[in-house]
């Protein structure tokens, strides 16, 4: 018959400091919700969130991008009024369309505006929590030569989108990219703690939707940031844009996000998660 032994006081010791570190780890753990591409603009959008609103369940929520254009913030009264209440902390990214029907030029670089008193709109910002940096940027994409005159030709954002007296062209979003690039790595490198990285455009090909491989525009959608992205101290990148909620995956330690709704009336809302959430 075994003979039952006390612990030592040394491993008494051990065991609090153990559940200590595990109490202040777990302490500093902060859970984000987040999404993008709710399009609220679109009417079957709007009927489809009003019926499957999003589920709090956590205190900060990330919108990333595509949320409603500026020109027609009044459609979406209603929805930020809904999330100001449901949550302590809202973050919204501007994408690509919320620039449709406006100049681009009123809201460029880096900017930070109150839609509601905890409902922020920002580009190129670092928000500090605590042990965590926040580092927003729409990031856009860069467009080759090569593939310039089909992307000008079949993507809307170059019809519906001013730049000043001028329309929108190619070689204004590869200047808001290179800006949102060096914005991005200079964020990185001077942030403490974890790092979250929110962008709209994708950042990499990588587990790209294989129905879009090969497609002429896809250049107006991501751009190849792997090796910049495995080589850096980023925790998690959320992205949105391309309508299609691929797995999460890892580049290096990143961990990849992205929760889309996307277009009601094509059905691109498969693998929309009401409820998404990370900790970070």
């Not at 200590?20 to 777990?26: A, D, E, N, R, V």
Request: hydrophobic residues 40%; contains cysteine; proline residues 5%.
């Amino acid at each position: 018959m075994g003979v039952l032994r006390c612990p030592t006081k040394r491993r008494q010791q051990e065991s609090r400091q153990v559940l200590l570190f595990c109490f202040i780890f777990m302490g500093t753990m902060t859970t984000i919700q987040y999404c993008s591409d709710l399009h609220l603009e679109m009417p079957e959008n709007a009927k489809w969130l009003r019926a499957n609103p999003l589920i709090p369940k956590a205190e900060l929520l990330v919108l990333a991008g595509d949320i409603i254009p500026f020109a027609e913030l009044d459609l979406a009264q209603e929805f930020f009024s809904l999330v100001s209440d449901q949550f302590k902390t809202v973050y919204w990214l501007p994408g690509n369309h919320e620039y449709f029907g406006s100049d681009i030029t009123e809201r460029i670089g880096s900017f930070r505006e109150s839609i509601r008193s905890n409902v922020i709109l920002l580009n190129n910002q670092v928000e500090q929590l605590d042990g965590l940096a926040l580092i927003f940027s729409t990031l856009w994409s860069h467009v080759s030569p090569a593939a310039e005159w089909e992307v000008s030709r079949a993507v809307t954002d170059y019809r519906n989108i001013q730049y000043g007296a001028d329309r929108f062209r190619p070689l204004h979003s590869n200047q808001l990219h290179r800006d949102c690039r060096n914005f991005i790595a200079q964020a990185v490198g001077e942030a403490t703690g974890s790092r979250i990285v929110v962008t709209h455009h994708v950042p990499t090909f990588m587990h790209y939707p294989k129905q879009f491989m090969g497609s002429p525009v896809n250049e107006a959608f991501a751009t190849e940031m792997s090796d910049f992205i495995a080589a850096s101290p980023i925790d998690a990148w959320i992205y949105g844009h391309h309508h299609q909620n691929s797995p999460e995956f890892l580049i290096g330690n990143t961990r990849m996000l992205t929760n889309q709704l996307g277009y009601v009336r094509r059905r691109e809302y498969y693998g929309f998660r009401k409820e998404g959430v990370f900790t970070a």
